[in-house]
């Protein structure tokens, strides 16, 4: 499985960006796949998630302002991004689980930065 994250840029506070993973030598037989990021100094930490079965999770930093989604047709995985905050900035990955037992799969990173 090769995942690759694009759609990554600077916006000001406020702003939206859609961020998009391309999944290749993926079946829809997953676990789960979902959204990371990882500011400067700080942990990789999950942001949203999305089950093959369409169950979602959002981290309570970004619940009603991230929507994760996914295709299964085309094999991407989207997670739009509103009303953003300084504090989203980071490098975002995109992953997949093929089990439970966690993501072993990660695409390359891609920065978001929110500033005026």
Same mark, same amino acid.
């Given at each position: 499985v090769q995942l690759q994250a694009s759609g990554g840029g600077s916006v +000001?506070?406020?702003g939206s960006l859609?961020?998009?993973c391309a999944a290749s030598g993926l079946t829809n037989d997953f676990w789960a796949m979902g959204w990371f990021r990882q500011?400067?100094?700080?942990?990789r930490d999950l942001v949203a998630s999305i089950s093959s079965d369409g169950r979602?999770? *959002?981290d309570d930093s970004v619940?009603?302002?991230f929507t994760i989604s996914r295709d299964n047709a085309k094999n991407t995985m989207?997670? +739009?991004?509103?009303?953003?905050k300084p504090e989203d900035?980071?490098? *975002?990955?995109?992953?997949e689980a093929d089990t439970y037992e966690g993501y072993n799969n990660w695409g390359q990173g891609t920065q978001v930065t929110v500033s005026s």
């Open positions: +000001q506070p406020g859609r961020l998009s500011a400067p100094g700080k942990e979602t999770f *959002y619940k009603g302002r989207d997670l +739009q991004m509103r009303s953003l900035t980071a490098v *975002y990955y995109c992953a």
